[in-house]
């Protein structure tokens, strides 16, 4: 049952994870930590650490790491990660088929018109429901670790926004500056 439970909920996540990896985050978000809590919000946000720094589309590599946590088995992950990609996989099949022919025609362009800011508020929403206080604490709960986690967000931002730093990097440096003030 609990295949069932994790193929369906992953291949919904496919279908409807518009924007890629990073748009499928608030859907993963909701369906494996607030509805079927197979994680807390800490290892949510942990597996997206973890999915930033392999290899990979994150949507898919959150997929298998959620898929192993939810079961303990290769199979969850396996089942995670076919269902996630299976949707896409089907509609790029369908729609390239399509989409060379009529990419000129007027409704086509009106409805990738409407899909664009439709993409950048999901990808916004992912950034959001990564904003909690398991990933900046509070400055009532320890106003330390607050302030390092803003400045070491604001310092990644900055440095890719500005100085196009190579995100690789970023990470390895914030995670080396979390190993020598926390």
């Not at 279908?15 to 809590?37: A, D, K, N, R």
């Not at 930033?52 to 199979?75: D, E, K, L």
């Not at 904003?131 to 509070?138: G, K, L, Q, R, Y």
Request: proline share 4%; net charge neutral.
């Amino acid at each position: 049952m609990l295949y069932l439970q994790l193929f369906y909920t992953f291949f919904k996540i496919g279908l409807f994870g518009f924007g890629g990896g990073y748009g499928m985050l608030s859907l993963i978000q909701s369906e494996v930590v607030t509805h079927h809590e197979w994680l807390s919000a800490k290892e949510f946000t942990d597996i997206v650490a973890i999915s930033q720094m392999t290899p990979g589309p994150i949507g898919i590599n959150a997929a298998t790491y959620v898929g192993f946590t939810a079961t303990g088995s290769f199979w969850g992950s396996l089942t995670a990660t076919f269902a996630v990609v299976l949707p896409s996989f089907i509609l790029m099949l369908t729609i390239s088929k399509f989409f060379l022919k009529y990419q000129k025609h007027p409704t086509v362009e009106a409805i990738f018109t409407g899909l664009r800011p439709a993409i950048v508020g999901l990808l916004a929403s992912a950034v959001l429901v990564l904003m909690t206080p398991e990933n900046f604490n509070t400055p009532t709960t320890d106003l330390y670790a607050f302030v390092i986690s803003v400045v070491i967000f604001v310092g990644a931002f900055i440095a890719n926004m500005r100085f196009k730093t190579n995100p690789i990097l970023l990470i390895l440096i914030c995670g080396i500056i979390g190993l020598l003030v926390y």
